[in-house]
């Protein structure tokens, strides 16, 4: 072998050592990358907290049972110690109206700082023709009552769960009659409506620690996070173990002058209170001047 057969074999020899060499760098690094990923996939896997998890409610709402002199809507419903509230715009929302179906999405947190949902838990939505002086809404059935509807009822599914309003006017049609039998003539001039919700907690005492209580009545609502603990030993009428909270409303909303015979709902909700997180109840409202009150929930003291 000659100088030039040697160089030519060494060069050779040479360069087949490198593309070995490249070659296994690559296949290292392919590995080290796929192990990484397969890491990061695992760590998102058992870490699930970089988003909250939450719930659909689907709220159908059947517009043929609407009348057509109602252009917006007023939404307000309850789902694990949190209110939303929604306008509707009928006419701008048109695109959405499927054989006179409108369906809505609203999502709730699955946890919070009062509560988690489980199911059985209880919610309600509503939904009030808002006052328009160019429509015919407040004077449907030739009644002061606004019209409205209203759906509650226990949570399914941690993940979705379906409301339908308007589909039946029983609660409507429920206030109209009371308001025609024992509601006429009644405190015309009362400006505010008082509510007492009340919260039997014999059976959370000493485990319950900050519970949400909500009222709502004609569109309005307020939602008071109470300490259970100081509130009970604040209270000095007797009570005992049933915690009162008192609501005060104006009469006149932006869906119309409240009438004796509106629904109004108390809720509450906390994670220590069993067999529900959350339990709604809902009342007819009777008395202007004497108020109006309902047991959110049932304990083993008052079922």
């Known amino acids: 072998m000659d100088k030039t057969d040697f160089y030519i074999y060494y060069c050779l020899i040479f360069f087949s050592l490198i593309i070995l060499s490249l070659s296994f760098t690559n296949a290292i690094e392919k590995v080290v990358a796929t192990t990484t990923d397969d890491n990061n996939q695992d760590d998102n896997d058992d870490n699930p907290k970089n988003e909250k998890e939450t719930m659909k409610l689907k709220i159908k709402l059947n517009l043929n049972n609407v009348d057509k002199s109602i252009q917006k809507l007023k939404l307000v419903s309850y789902v694990n110690g949190e209110v939303k509230e929604q306008y509707i715009d009928l006419v701008k929302d048109k695109s959405k109206i499927k054989e006179n179906i409108l369906v809505l999405n609203l999502f709730y947190d699955k946890s919070n700082d009062i509560s988690s949902i489980i199911v059985t838990d209880q919610y309600f939505v509503c939904a009030y023709a808002l006052n328009d002086k160019n429509s015919k809404q407040n004077n449907i059935a030739n009644s002061g009552i606004s019209f409205y509807d209203c759906d509650e009822g226990n949570i399914g599914s941690p993940d979705s769960n379906t409301a339908h309003l308007f589909y039946t006017l029983n609660k409507f049609n429920e206030s109209v009659n009371y308001n025609k039998v024992s509601g006429q003539g009644k405190n015309p001039l009362a400006k505010e409506v008082k509510i007492n919700v009340k919260v039997p907690l014999e059976d959370a005492k000493g485990d319950a620690d900050k519970i949400n209580v909500v009222g709502m009545i004609g569109g309005q609502y307020k939602v008071e996070t109470i300490n259970v603990e100081q509130a009970l030993d604040k209270q000095k009428d007797g009570n005992g173990d049933i915690l009162d909270v008192p609501f005060v409303f104006n009469r006149t909303t932006d869906v119309g002058e409240i009438q004796l015979g509106d629904k109004f709902f ?15 109840e809902k009342r007819t409202l009777k008395d202007f001047e004497k108020g109006n009150q309902l047991y959110s929930r049932k304990d083993n003291n008052f079922k």
Do not use: A, D, M
Request: glycine fraction near 14%; charge should be negative.
């Open 266 to 280: 108390g809720c509450v909700t906390g994670e220590e209170l069993s067999p529900q997180h959350s339990h709604c």
